[in-house]
């Protein structure tokens, strides 16, 4: 694997465990509470890429995110795929899915 990655953080999910800022400081910093942002627009590097996977596996509530160039570029399916026209939701265990 080679060439530029892109990611995004969801801060929602974020439980400020920090990890990511340890591992690549270039890439994320923590505010006063210890929850992460993102420095820049989510492209990283070649020479940065190994210490933003690492945080990324990390990342014990998965809040950072690789992105294809799909999704960066606002496309979110294939034009193969069909869309669903109504959301189907079953409950298995408690949850909602």
Same mark, same amino acid.
């Given at each position: 694997?080679? /060439?530029?990655?892109?990611? +995004? %953080?969801?801060?929602?999910? @974020?439980?400020?465990?920090?990890? @990511?800022?340890? *591992?690549?400081?270039? *890439?994320?910093? %923590? $505010? $006063?509470? /210890?929850?992460?942002? %993102?420095?820049?627009? /989510?492209?990283?590097?070649?020479? &940065? +890429?190994? &210490?933003? =996977? +690492?945080? =990324?596996?990390? @990342?014990?509530?998965?809040? !950072?995110?690789? !992105?294809? $160039?799909?999704?960066?570029? /606002?496309?979110?399916?294939?034009?193969?795929? #069909?869309? &669903?026209?109504? #959301?189907?939701?079953?409950? +298995?265990?408690?949850?909602?899915?």
């Amino acid at each position: 694997m080679s /060439g530029e990655i892109r990611i +995004r %953080l969801d801060r929602t999910i @974020c439980d400020g465990f920090g990890a @990511c800022a340890k *591992h690549a400081p270039k *890439h994320f910093s %923590l $505010d $006063d509470w /210890g929850y992460a942002s %993102l420095i820049g627009d /989510g492209r990283v590097a070649e020479a &940065d +890429r190994d &210490d933003v =996977l +690492r945080a =990324l596996f990390d @990342c014990p509530v998965h809040a !950072i995110i690789e !992105i294809s $160039d799909n999704e960066f570029d /606002g496309e979110t399916r294939p034009a193969d795929t #069909p869309a &669903d026209d109504s #959301p189907v939701f079953e409950a +298995r265990w408690g949850y909602a899915q």
